[in-house]
């Protein structure tokens, strides 16, 4: 009887070493592989970028509208669906243009839908006497490019420190997708309020800019990050 005590008890305390070695290795692997990935910072900022302009819409869609364009508040209503829906349609497209051209590399989708997310914003606000019906293809356009971009930084944030680490790669980007409300919500406001709809538009154009150069900063990340290796 106590030698086969003593056998559980070194087989308890084996099992116990090999857990904490096993979970000190894990740490190890997500700092390595996450914190000192620098592609996943950069789209982890590039993420604050695109979610401030999904939200400006979605927040404050219809007063833009409104204000703005002097739209109908029942017409405003739906535009901004639009938005949504053709962001549905950009996020499916640039997935597939990832697997089928870029080889995998998001980033580079991710940028070429920034850039023409500025694009369309800029357009949106500065060609005059718009249509209603121009008016809602330019706000669809910016849905559609903005959308990509949300959708697919997931996936590369998950991609980049490859399974293993994937759910907390993708929570350091969502951390900096969320904190962006302050910024698309009341920073967007006092802006409005204070200076005007034409300093907020400049704003958004600038936040479009600053998340495409972070995306170009990223140009060279890898599909995944077992090539990295």
Partial sequence: LPEVAGTEMGEQNKSENND??????FRLFVYEHVFRNKYIWIVSFANFFVYIIRYAVLDWGPTLLTE???????????????????????????????????????????????????????????????????????LGAAGFFIYGPQCLLAVTAANLATKKAAATAIGLTSIFGYASTVLSGWGLGGLVQHYGWNLAFEGLIIVAAVGSLLFALAWRAKADGYAQG
């Fill in 68 to 138: 703005s364009k002097h739209i109908k508040i029942a017409h405003a209503g739906w535009m901004v669906g639009g938005f949504e829906f053709c962001g549905l349609f950009g996020a499916i497209i640039g997935g597939w243009l990832t697997d089928k051209y870029f080889g995998g590399r998001a980033v580079r989708v991710c940028l070429v839908y920034m850039i023409m997310a500025g694009v369309s914003v800029f357009m949106f606000w500065k060609i005059p006497g718009q249509s209603e019906l121009a008016t809602a293809a330019l």
């Fill in 20 to 25: 904490e070695r096993s979970s000190r290795e």
